[in-house]
């Protein structure tokens, strides 16, 4: 089973702000990797696919990048909407299909 | 627009039998490979089980294989989730999600609202 990592747990931001949030996978899985956010009590909504494509609808403010075991999601400018859990996922070896443990931002 | 809804969930005792639905609206149901995908409270996300277009290949994650049973009703657009012998670390949100084609190797891009199923007793 291929173990997600993701770091920090926790990010305190402010709005405004560019953050980066960071994602390793314990295999490499070339692109094979999502990044989908979820707020409170709501279901998680797809971001980023292929590790940098951003999918329908999603702002320019997020991207995505990465290969192999290393990626990241950045958020250029924090908006309001943006506090939340922000969860990477890879698809390259399956089954399992297998999740980070999830990194939340929070107001500062 | 790509809708998923599900249904079915609810408090159950160790050991007994819950069936999920998932009906989906908005796309060529039998054209994309579905899943199941669970989160315990205040947990992260688990992939519970997949099923393709065709309803021909199945999967299960180790720890619901041989309890739960992945199934769909295409003239229905139904996707459903038997589960028996239900136990205490079942207790989640189940999820249905799309995968974005009728492929293994690929993302969800569409997820339900959920269901709660609590297991106690």
């Known amino acids: 089973e291929v173990v997600m990592t993701q770091s920090p747990a926790t990010l305190s931001v402010s709005p405004g702000e560019r953050v980066t949030l960071s994602c390793g996978a314990s295999e490499s899985l070339g692109t094979d990797l999502a990044w989908y956010q979820q707020k409170p009590g709501q279901a998680p909504r797809l971001l980023i696919y292929?590790?940098?494509t951003r999918a329908s609808g999603i702002p320019a403010r997020f991207s995505g990048s990465g290969s192999g075991t290393e990626f990241t999601l950045t958020i250029s400018s924090l908006q309001s909407e943006d506090f939340a859990v922000y969860y990477c996922?890879?698809?390259?070896?399956?089954?399992?299909?297998?999740f980070g443990q999830g990194t939340k931002l929070e107001i500062k | 627009e790509v809708q998923l809804s599900e249904s079915g969930g609810g408090l159950v005792q160790p050991g007994e039998s819950l069936t999920l639905s998932c009906v989906g609206s908005?796309?060529?149901?039998?054209?994309?490979?579905m899943s199941w995908v669970r989160q315990a409270p205040g947990k992260g996300l688990e992939w519970v089980s997949g099923?393709?277009?065709?309803?021909?290949?199945?999967y299960y994650a180790d720890s619901v294989r041989g309890r739960f049973t992945i199934s769909r009703d295409i003239s229905k657009k139904t996707l459903y989730l038997q589960m028996d012998g239900l136990r205490a670390d079942d207790t989640a949100v189940y999820y249905c999600a799309r995968f974005s084609q009728d492929k293994w190797q690929i993302n969800f891009d569409s997820w339900g609202q959920g269901t709660l199923v609590t297991v106690s007793s």
């Open positions: 996922q890879q698809y390259s070896y399956w089954p399992p299909y297998t």
């Open positions: 292929g590790a940098s």
């Open positions: 908005g796309f060529i149901f039998s054209h994309y490979a």
């Open positions: 099923i393709s277009g065709g309803r021909i290949k199945t």
